[in-house]
């Protein structure tokens, strides 16, 4: 059976489910949600970041984030979700998420305050 859209599939499957599918050319590749770093959006299209490699595919960040688990991922700004297990870093003054694969990620001050609540800090 031909898949024209390999996410379509995963769309109604829970969010407990490790993994999902991208097409790649003429190929489906699965990606471990936990090696997803962070996704971005840019119009139609979100680019999935993996070991230094980018998946793009066509969903919008609210169908992105029916497919990923809250206790995994969260919301850094309008355009872009954040792998917890990546995140090195947080400059509350520069607004910024440092990651541990380098990749620098804007963060909103709407969501700001949600991310401080993920995390425990001590002062």
Aim: aromatic share 12%.
């Amino acid at each position: 059976m031909f898949i024209k859209n390999p996410l379509y599939m995963n769309m109604h499957c829970s969010k407990q489910e490790k993994a999902l599918f991208v097409k790649r050319n003429t190929s489906l590749i699965k990606l471990d949600k936990d090696s997803i770093s962070h996704i971005m959006v840019e119009g139609r299209y979100s680019e999935l970041y993996v070991n230094e490699k980018k998946f793009v595919c066509r969903k919008s960040l609210a169908e992105l984030l029916e497919l990923f688990p809250e206790d995994l991922f969260f919301r850094a700004h309008r355009n872009f979700l954040v792998n917890k297990l990546f995140v090195r870093h947080i400059d509350t003054s520069e607004y910024t998420v440092y990651l541990t694969t380098g990749d620098l990620v804007p963060i909103s001050r709407r969501y700001m305050e949600n991310a401080k609540g993920i995390y425990t800090i001590v002062t």
